[in-house]
């Protein structure tokens, strides 16, 4: 029956088949507009500013910081005609780069949307793959990025040796100390990453409320209140510094019974076990029978030498004739528990007269107490974004990145770009085929309806394992197949109305009950909506890079 629907699924599918085998698509710059996107075009370095910053060395000379190269050029394994990315090249050393956004960002009445693209190439050993949203002002100093510089929000995925975790980490300034602190998310999300590309997005509401989601699904979301630590806001009492506990501050709970002797009778020097004087030894234990014999299977081996190896002699094996008894050997009267065992005395526990209980500093008001309900509003625009990483590895590659207000035109970004991506690369990262898969392959000049016929066998196998990466990996085949399905049901849903249709009326009662109502389903479509200011973008397909 499955050789007989397959290969009516498999004519069926034949001709639209037969055109999926493409060459790779081309890159073109996107048409969406944000306050910063980067997709790494010829113009790159008219925006992006390696850093120049020094650092004294121990014997005072000035050394560079930042000895990490930075290059643009296409993955090592590339998948689409002319894409281009960020590339830190440098193994064992610091990188940093910055750039500057037309004008700064606020994002205290609309969304903060931070979205891009990393690849670890080489794969993970120690290290960063995190964007920093510097603090407006930078600008006029980006070949002096360093670790120093002040930012906003950290944000993206860190190798951490062992590990993996995604920060997300703002900066908040207390208005009453005027202290600035890194807030980090709790509990952070610890992806697995391999050496393909991912897509890391973070969305920062005005309400206070945010989501981190990694390839496009949420993998963690909360408040800025709640989920951070150290927290936004301090406590409104703190333990006093001067308070010191009393010399003569009791605070043990319990304490051994002065009053308390070693009975008369306690011996502390009877052992733990003594021979078990009533053990006798069992009918069946064979005390001329070894434990252990020579191995008869064992022989010698023919490079052995005597006269320099020694004599042989055959390994030990357990003696099978003690596995059906209770044992061979001599036999050895067993120990047992003593029972006149009671080990070293010690006086009994009882409540300490003296004890005051456990002392504490006293309480005072928090002198840089502060009640910040909406933090958003009070951290500081963004007037760039860096990249300043430590690592172990090569070759991380850093690309398409959105930084703006629109969560939607951000999907379309990733719609674009990633969703085209990362299917292809998983297509080109499956290990070579066998030499006996390759016999197996079939062409489609060979035999079509085997060709076919194999193509979507593959498809039905990986639906089973990950229906969501069937649909990814094989789009063309995944489309083909629903279409043809859905065809054949329509197809045996006329049939069946032809045959209903011919039999003859069953008359029954006409209660409102049994009236037949008609089946009126609606759908309704909404389209994107494009931004204030905008217009709508719908072409999600890959232009021509100019």
Known sequence: MRSVALSVIVIAASGALAQTDEPKPAFTPTTIKAPFIEQ????WTDRWTPSEATKKSANGEETFSYVGQWEVEEPSVSVIEGDRGLVAKSKAAHHAISAPFSKPISFSDKPLVVQYEVKYQKGGNCGGGYLKLLEDGFQTSGKEFSDTTPWVVMFGPDLTCPGTKVHFIFRHTNPVSKKTEEKHLDFAPRPTIEKLTNLYTLVVHPNNTYDVSFNGESTKSGSLLEDFKPPVNPPKEIDDPEDKKPADWVDTEKIPDPDAKKPDDWDEEAPYEILDTEASQPDDWLPNEPSSIPDPDATKPEEWDDEEDGEWIAPTVPNPKCASVSGCGEWKRPYKPNPDYKGKWYAPMIDNPAYKGQWAPRKIPNPEYFEDMSPVKSLRKIGGVGIELWTMTEDILFDNLYIGHSIEDAKKLAAETFDVKKPLEKQADKPPATDEEEEEQVTFKQDPVGYFRQRILAFVDAAKENPVEAFKSQPETGAILTGVLLTLFGM??????????????????????????????????????APAGDEKKEDGKLRQRK
């Open 40 to 43: 790494f075009t010829d113009d």
């Open 492 to 529: 045996i849903g006329a049939f069946l109305g032809v045959i209903g249709g011919s039999q003859k009326a069953i008359t029954t009662s006409s209660k409102k009950t049994d009236a037949s109502t008609p089946d009126d389903k609606s759908k309704s479509e909404s389209s994107p909506v």
